[in-house]
């Protein structure tokens, strides 16, 4: 099963697991599970990176090469059929990068992992 991280999810699983919630950690020690990152991520990543708001543990591109050596299907890119979902999302959650990750995630039928409730709005499974 394939589950979309959201932006923190992603980083309690590379520098925090323990923040996980246990629900979280369950799934993803599940085998069968699939955890896939948006390129919005990398994109809320870098930009709150180079503001200095968010310390990393390495550079974001360098978060991004290393997820795409150990996984190439562990990141999803950002299609039209997204962006057509996004341009119609009711406007419950004002923030960009997770109202893209809410668009992929109904467009592509995924569960999410994200501790933002607001997410619920909009129907998709949220795991946390």
């Known amino acids: 099963m394939n589950i979309l991280l959201d932006t923190n999810a992603f980083i309690y699983v590379l520098a925090s697991p323990q923040s996980l919630s246990t629900?979280?950690?369950k799934v993803l020690a599940d085998p069968d599970t699939v955890p896939v990152c948006s390129q919005?991520?990398?994109w809320e990543m870098t930009i709150k990176y180079a503001l200095g708001k968010l310390p990393l543990p390495e550079p974001p591109g360098d978060l991004w090469r290393r997820l795409i050596r150990a996984n190439p299907s562990g990141v999803l890119m950002i299609t039209p059929e997204h962006l057509d979902r996004l341009a119609t999302l009711p406007h419950h959650h004002r923030d960009p990068f997770d109202r893209l990750?809410?668009?992929q995630a109904l467009e592509?039928?995924?569960p999410v992992m994200s501790s933002d409730d607001q997410w619920d709005a909009y129907g998709v499974t949220r795991i946390w």
Do not use: L, N, S
Request: proline fraction near 0%.
């Open 23 to 25: 629900a979280a950690a």
């Open 40 to 42: 919005a991520v990398f």
């Open 101 to 103: 990750m809410i668009a």
């Open 108 to 110: 592509e039928g995924w």
